[in-house]
């Protein structure tokens, strides 16, 4: 088993994975650009997020053996950021303010990703717990949504 500790996550994506995968120059060249930016180093992860390489400090790249360790995308070190408004989950719907979740006018909306964001930690698990609630309301025939600020709520109950 390798180990990862200490590697930030990058996810490549489609087009740097293909030169990761043609090795040589190209894959050579491509842990050069990335070990400029990350200088620690980096696991270099699929657009599917499995492990498959690491670029060391020296921007040298080693393939990973099989079996490939899949990781989540909020732990990836290259996530756009929601306070440079890179994020798309910017333009998510915001029950709360009945628009979109870029357009709050509040500090947390400006520095957090959507509660349901790909990048937010406990997006999944509050996801899940949503769903679930809202069909449950839903038989029951009532608003889907108990309260405005229920996916915020979720989020901040979550460990």
């Known amino acids: 088993m390798v180990n990862y500790d200490g590697y930030p996550l990058f996810r490549c ?29 980096v696991v270099v992860l ?14 040298n790249p080693h393939d990973l053996p099989p079996p490939y360790r899949q990781f989540e995308m909020w732990q990836i070190c290259n996530a756009p950021s929601p306070v440079y408004k890179e994020c798309a989950c910017r333009m998510f719907y915001d029950p709360e303010s009945g628009g979109a979740w870029g357009a709050r006018d509040d500090k947390r909306a400006r520095e957090q990703h959507h509660p349901h964001c790909q990048f937010e930690r406990r997006a999944v698990a509050g996801w899940k717990q949503d769903y679930r609630s809202a069909w449950a309301r839903k038989r029951q025939g009532l608003n889907p949504q108990a309260r405005p600020d229920e996916w915020i709520k979720t989020r901040e109950a979550l460990p």
């Open 13 to 41: 994506n489609r087009a740097m994975f293909a030169y990761w995968t043609a090795k040589g120059v190209l894959q050579r060249n491509l842990a050069n650009v990335i070990s400029k930016t990350w200088k620690t180093g």
């Open 46 to 59: 699929t657009p599917a997020l499995y492990a498959v390489g690491i670029v060391d400090p020296r921007g």
